[in-house]
C-alpha cells in the first residue's frame, strides 16, 4: 500500500497514551493518585489484570465503576498498546529509516522543541512525590522502554518505574474536561448531520437522484483523458530556493482552445510528492492540470535528515520558515507557469484561477493563499492554555510562534487562488476565527471523525463555522483518521484497506465535483456537494449548523 506514515506522529501518539518512566531500580507497586492533601493508591497489579484479564479488583474499580462499557474498553486497548516486529519494521520502512537507531530517533525527537513540551505536559501529569514536574523521569523512561521495542507497552513501562508513581488528579481532571467538552460537540454534531442527511434524502426528488447518481458514476471513475507527466525545476534568487513542481497534464485535442483548469496539490508534513499522486491523475483524467510542488524543507527527506542527525535538533522534523516558505513557492509556480504558458502549454493553461487541494500542514499555504492572516495573539494563548494531549496539531502550530517578527506580518494573498479542498486542514489556532472569516473563496472543508491530530471539535468545526463564505462545504469521514490512506500497521488489515479504498475513492469523487462547479463552472456537478452518500455526512453552508462550542 502507497503510504508515508508520519514517524513522529506516531511516536507522539505512543508517547502521549502511555504513563512513562525512569530507569529500573524498583518496580513501581502503586499509583498514587493525589488530589490536594488526598491520596488514593491503587496496585500496579491490579491495573495489569484488568488491562490482560479484564478482572476488575477493589482497587482499579474504584477507578472504573463509573466509566461507560465503551471507555472501559478504551482504556483497557490503551493499556495494552503494542505493536509486533512486522509492524515496527513497516513503520521504519515507511520512513526508509533503520530500525537499529531507535535511541537515536527517540533522543532527537524528545530533545527537539516539540518534544520538549510534549515532556513537559505529560509531567504535569506524571508527577515526582514532591509533586514538581515530571518530564525528565519520564524522557529517562522512554529511553528504558525502548530498549526493547517489543515490550514497549504501557503495562511493561509501569512495571519498571521506580517507586510509586503520583497522578496529578486535577491535571487529569482539567485534560478530561477539555475532551469531553469536545467530544460531546463532536457527537452533537454528527447526529445533526445524520438527521440532516435523512431529511434531504427524503426531500430529494426523483430528477435530481437520478442526476445524482448519473454524476457519481462519472467522477468516480478515471476520466475520458490520457495524463502526461513532467517535472518543472525552480530556483527562486531571491530566496535562494531550489524545488521542483511535478506537472499532470490532460492530454487534450490540440483544435479545442478552451483553457485548462489548473489544480495545486499542498501535500501534509514528511510526505513526498508521489503521496497524492492518486489524486492528481484521477483529477488529471478528468481535464484538469494538477501541479504537486515539492515541500523541500517539511517532506520526506527532511524528516529523515531529522531523525538521523543530518539537521541541528533545534530544527524539529521541519523548518519552521515553510509557514512562509510553502506559500511563497505555490505563488513562484503560478508566476512561472504563467510565463511558460505561451511556450510550453500553447497557452491552454488556465493560471488566473486555480484551485488548491491540501492535507493537513498543506492547509496553511491554502488559506493564507485565500486571504487568512496568522493570529499570533490567539495562537499564543491556545498553546498556552490548551492541552496539546488532546490536539496534537498545536505541538506544530505553535512552532510559528517561532518567527522572527519580520515574518509575522506577511500578506501571501493570491488573487489568482478562487477555490480550496481541504482535508483536515490544521488552522484554527495558527488563524483565529476572526482571520478564518477572510476566506470569501468557495471551500470544501473534509473533516474526520477519529483524529487525534487535528480534533474534529477544536480544529475543524470551530474553523469551518468561523468562515462567513457562503459557498462552503463540510464533510465528515466516520471510518478514517487524520491520514487519509490508513496505514499497514493497523491491526484487521483487510477492513483498513477496503476503508482505504473507498476513502480514496470518496477523495477523488468530491473533489472532482467540486472543482468541476467552482474552476469549470459545471452546474450540473453541484448537487453531489450538498447531498450525502455512504461514505460521508455532509452539510452545506445553507444548513443549519451547530453554532459553536463555548
Not at 503510504?3 to 506522529?9: A, M, P, S
Not at 512562509?324 to 493553461?349: A, C, G
Not at 495558527?430 to 477519529?450: E, H
Amino acid at each position: 500500500m502507497k503510504h508515508k506514515l508520519d514517524l513522529i506522529f506516531s511516536l507522539l501518539t505512543i508517547a502521549t497514551i502511555s504513563v512513562l518512566s525512569t530507569n529500573p531500580v524498583k518496580a513501581a507497586e502503586n499509583i498514587v493518585f493525589k488530589l490536594g492533601p488526598i491520596k488514593k493508591s491503587i496496585a500496579v497489579k491490579s491495573i495489569e489484570a484488568f488491562a490482560t484479564e479484564n478482572r476488575e479488583d477493589d482497587d482499579i474499580s474504584f477507578i472504573t465503576r463509573n466509566l461507560p462499557p465503551e471507555q472501559k474498553s478504551r482504556v483497557r486497548e490503551l493499556l495494552g498498546f503494542r505493536l509486533n516486529s512486522k509492524q515496527w519494521n513497516e513503520l521504519f520502512r515507511s520512513q526508509d529509516l533503520p530500525p537499529a537507531n531507535t535511541n537515536l530517533y527517540l533522543t532527537r525527537m524528545l530533545n527537539s522543541n516539540s518534544g520538549k513540551e510534549l515532556l513537559f505536559d505529560l509531567g504535569k501529569i506524571v508527577r515526582l512525590p514532591d509533586g514538581t514536574n515530571g518530564r525528565e523521569a519520564i524522557k529517562t523512561g522512554l529511553f528504558s522502554a525502548s530498549a526493547n521495542l517489543l515490550d514497549f507497552t504501557p503495562i511493561n513501562i509501569l512495571r519498571s518505574f521506580p517507586g510509586d508513581i503520583y497522578i496529578d488528579v486535577e491535571e487529569v481532571f482539567k485534560v478530561l474536561n477539555q475532551s469531553e467538552k469536545f467530544i460531546k460537540s463532536e457527537i452533537a454534531l454528527i447526529k445533526h448531520l445524520e438527521n440532516s442527511r435523512l431529511d434531504s434524502s427524503s426531500k430529494m426528488a426523483e430528477t435530481a437522484s437520478n442526476q445524482l447518481n448519473d454524476i457519481s458514476q462519472k467522477v468516480a471513475k478515471a476520466g475520458s483523458f490520457a495524463v502526461s507527466n513532467q517535472v518543472i525545476k525552480h530556483f527562486d534568487i531571491s530566496r535562494k530556493r531550489r524545488f521542483t513542481t511535478k506537472l499532470y497534464i490532460p492530454k487534450t485535442d490540440p483544435a479545442v482552445t478552451a483553457k485548462i483548469p489548473l489544480v495545486i496539490v499542498a501535500t501534509g508534513m514528511g510526505l513526498n510528492q508521489d503521496f497524492m499522486a492518486f489524486l492528481a491523475n484521477h483529477l488529471a483524467s478528468h481535464g484538469f492540470a494538477v501541479g504537486v510542488p515539492e515541500a523541500i524543507d517539511s517532506n520526506d527527506v527532511r524528516q529523515k535528515d531529522f531523525f538521523l542527525g543530518r539537521k541541528p535538533v533545534s530544527a524539529g522534523n521541519f523548518d519552521v520558515s515553510e509557514y512562509v516558505n510553502r506559500p511563497l513557492d505555490i505563488t513562484y509556480i503560478l508566476n512561472e507557469l504563467d510565463q511558460l504558458n505561451s511556450t510550453k502549454f500553447q497557452d491552454r493553461l488556465d493560471v488566473k484561477q486555480v484551485g488548491i487541494v491540501s492535507y493537513s500542514f498543506g492547509a496553511v499555504s491554502a488559506l493564507s493563499l485565500a486571504g487568512a492572516k496568522f493570529d499570533f495573539a490567539q495562537l499564543q494563548q491556545d498553546c498556552e492554555s490548551q492541552s496539546k494531549l488532546i490536539n496534537l496539531s498545536l505541538f506544530y502550530q505553535c512552532r510559528a510562534l517561532e518567527l522572527p517578527d519580520s515574518q509575522r506580518n506577511l500578506d501571501f494573498r493570491d488573487s489568482r487562488i478562487t477555490s480550496l479542498f481541504m482535508f483536515v486542514p490544521m488552522a484554527q489556532s495558527l488563524f483565529g476565527s476572526k482571520n478564518l472569516q477572510a476566506i470569501d473563496v468557495p471551500t470544501y472543508w473534509n473533516s474526520t471523525a477519529r483524529d487525534p491530530f487535528t480534533p474534529m471539535a477544536q480544529e475543524q468545526l470551530l474553523g469551518f463555522t468561523a468562515m462567513q463564505n457562503p459557498n462552503k462545504y463540510l464533510s465528515i469521514a466516520l471510518d478514517v483518521g487524520h491520514t487519509p490512506v490508513p496505514a499497514t500497521i493497523i491491526e484487521q488489515a483487510n477492513v483498513s484497506e477496503t476503508i482505504s479504498r473507498k476513502f480514496q475513492t470518496y477523495l477523488e469523487m468530491m473533489s472532482t465535483a467540486f472543482f468541476k462547479v467552482h474552476l469549470t463552472g459545471d452546474e450540473n456537478y453541484r448537487p453531489y456537494l450538498t447531498s450525502s452518500d455512504e461514505n460521508k455526512l455532509s452539510v452545506s453552508a445553507n444548513d443549519q449548523l451547530l453554532r459553536k462550542p463555548k
